[in-house]
């Protein structure tokens, strides 16, 4: 299968998932944040071909979202570590899991996020930082922004949100 | 190329990314927020092949994501609707996008969320519900649940974040 990319899409999620969207991208970026972080462990952990790993993690590389490490571990691998762009994605894996935890977890969450210093239960929402209060369907309506190009992507409102 | 799944990892993130991960699926997601919810219009907006659009929609409906409305459109066509739990995702396509407007975004946002009563830009960031804190790489951390099931699946900490 091709691989697809969502350029021709006018829209902030088609950019963002054209970086992360691919199988296992954003499982890898999660275990780099976990401190696995070396070819050999990330090809342990997550269990995927090494010719998928390496074509991930190229790709990433050439995005920007991560880059190779000089320091070395103990025995001698280099490390792969995140750019400020990859340690940004934090906040989609953060909702990603908040998602799973909710619908996918009957037995409860597989991985509990202590938060702060007195490591209480964490629970990611979403606001808006401008104003302090959530972002819902109902209180948010997307317009076409300043990037916009051709008026054929963007047939938006169809029928207007709610605000 | 067989679809994959993640099931075998124990992880959240991995749960929702068998649920939302396969191409075109957030986007399809992200166009029933906007009210494109037919099938044809889907087709339209997105450009994908009918065949695809008709697996993923099927997917979503098995997964309880998405419902078929008995309303119909002007044109007598079925609309499909967000279920709560699909309905849930918007946060996840909240930080999606506002990632992409902070870095795949150099003419500014293709698409801006106005947000609230009196109609300000929204900058979606995702804090703690228990404390109010944002969630960041440095005061998060990652430690084994009540849903977790095999000690191999999760080597956390390997290196503990600071927090």
């Avoid at 401190?35 to 050439?62: P, Q, Y």
């Amino acid at each position: 299968m091709k691989r697809q990319n969502f350029k021709h899409l006018e829209c902030s999620l088609a950019r963002t998932l054209d970086v992360v969207g691919e199988w296992w991208t954003l499982l890898i970026i999660r275990d780099l944040f976990y401190g696995i972080d070396t070819f050999d462990k990330l090809c342990w952990d997550l269990g995927v071909a090494r010719n998928i790993l390496a074509d991930r993690l190229n790709k990433l590389k050439e995005q920007r979202v991560i880059e190779k490490r000089v320091q070395l571990d103990w025995r001698g691998r280099k490390r792969y570590g995140l750019t400020p762009k990859g340690e940004d994605l934090f906040q989609i894996i953060m909702t990603l899991v908040a998602w799973g935890d909710r619908w996918e977890a009957p037995k409860g969450p597989p991985v509990v996020l202590w938060h702060g210093k007195n490591r209480h239960r964490g629970r990611p929402i979403v606001i808006c930082a401008e104003c302090g209060e959530t972002m819902t369907p109902r209180n948010v309506k997307p317009l076409r922004g300043p990037g916009a190009k051709r008026p054929k992507a963007l047939p938006l409102p169809l029928r207007p949100t709610k605000v």
